[in-house]
């Protein structure tokens, strides 16, 4: 799921068929819009939840929540760059963001912070 999201690999599970279709709901949490896109291309109905309410005044994107999510599990940037196959650079980019956005300068109060306003 963390290589074809990004990839947009949809294909890949289409052409599986219903059984691997039926699974999709259990690694939604993995990339939300990925799987709610597979779903709707398959033809099941995706119960619509209201968008998650940042409290930012400029929210996070889905990619910068996924990164801040790496950080807080604890991989470098190296390691976030292998899991979400970016390069180190955008990962730094990315962090950059994170940290404008939340008002932080560190890894530690981006994480905090996150946790305060539960985007973690």
Known sequence: MRIAAPQDYFRAFLDEGPALIAL????????????NQLL????????????????LVEPLSER????LRLIAAGLSNLEIA????????TVKRHINHIYGKLG?????????????????
């Not at 999709?24 to 799987?35: D, G, K």
């Not at 709707?40 to 409290?55: E, H, I, L, N």
């Open 24 to 35: 999709l709901p259990a690694v939604r949490h993995v990339a939300p819009l990925f799987v």
């Open 40 to 55: 709707d291309f398959a033809g099941v109905p995706v119960p619509r939840q209201p968008a998650a309410v940042q409290p």
């Open 64 to 67: 910068e929540l996924a990164v």
């Open 82 to 89: 292998r899991e979400l196959v970016i390069a180190a650079g």
């Open 104 to 120: 932080v300068q560190s890894r530690t109060q981006a994480i905090v912070k996150a946790r305060e306003l539960r985007l973690l």
